[in-house]
């Protein structure tokens, strides 16, 4: 059974920063490929970046030069670090295994960007 929880989100102004955090249980998270996802309202969950067990990454043009997604396997938790945020970003952030595994969906953490 995996288990996923993240955390870190709130509510920031145009331009702040945010770091959020995903800890998992069991041992597949040094197994897998780890991403952070999102689901703005009314749209379709998206991926926003992900992080190979050996540390590579790969990020949506969105995210990109915005957002740095970072892993430490020894403490089994996946950071997403989020700077410049936009209103856009506003959305409910999810962790998972890349692809997504249909066990691993948590609650998410709802992060807001409003003036």
């Known amino acids: 059974q995996v288990q996923l929880v993240e955390s870190g989100g709130g509510l920031v102004q145009p331009g702040g920063t945010l770091r959020l955090s995903c800890a998992a249980s069991?041992?597949?998270?040094?197994?897998?490929?780890m991403g952070w996802y999102r689901q703005a309202p009314g749209k379709q969950r998206e991926l926003v970046a992900g992080i190979t067990g050996g540390g590579s990454t790969s990020y949506a043009d969105f995210a990109k030069g915005r957002f740095t997604i970072s892993r430490d396997n020894a403490k089994n938790t996946v950071y997403l670090q989020r700077n410049s945020l936009k209103l856009e970003d506003t959305a409910v952030y999810y962790c998972n295994a890349v692809p997504p595994l249909s066990s691993g969906w948590g609650q998410g953490t709802q992060v807001t960007v409003s003036p």
């Open positions: 069991g041992s597949i998270f040094s197994i897998y490929a």
